[in-house]
């Protein structure tokens, strides 16, 4: 069992920056691979980004994302965080981490545990 608590979302306005953190309690946070997904008012939550157990690979949703967020992670702190950076009205969503005891994935079910969410608003 682990526990994820995430926080440094906010308000900011478009083109600024967040650095999101994501706190792994319970199991090492090692064992699992990590992801990011965000669920804007009436949406689906979509997959933001995912990082292996290691750190050494690291999936995005699209060019658009990499190109301005960041994920990375340090197990010896059993955190994960998610630089984001250029930030647009439309990331304005909730952005949750999850853990993944298989393999990282872009897909939802493959991960077994969720964060409650942190709320990011970026105005126009």
């Known amino acids: 069992q682990v526990q994820l608590v995430e926080s440094g979302g906010g308000w900011v306005q478009a083109g600024g920056s967040l650095r999101l953190s994501c706190a792994a309690s319970g199991r090492t946070n090692s064992n699992y691979a990590m992801g990011w997904f965000r669920q804007a008012p009436g949406k689906e939550r979509d997959f933001v980004a995912a990082?292996?157990?290691?750190?050494?690979?690291?999936?995005y949703a699209d060019s658009a994302v990499e190109g301005r967020f960041t994920i990375s992670r340090d197990n010896a702190k059993n955190t994960v965080y998610l630089q984001m950076n250029s930030l647009k009205p439309e990331d304005t969503a909730v952005y949750y981490c999850?853990?993944?005891?298989?393999?990282?994935?872009?897909?939802?079910?493959?991960?077994?545990?969720w964060g409650q969410g942190t709320q990011v608003t970026v105005s126009s």
């Open positions: 999850a853990a993944s005891n298989a393999i990282m994935s872009r897909e939802r079910d493959q991960y077994d545990y």
């Open positions: 990082i292996s157990r290691a750190g050494t690979i690291r999936y």
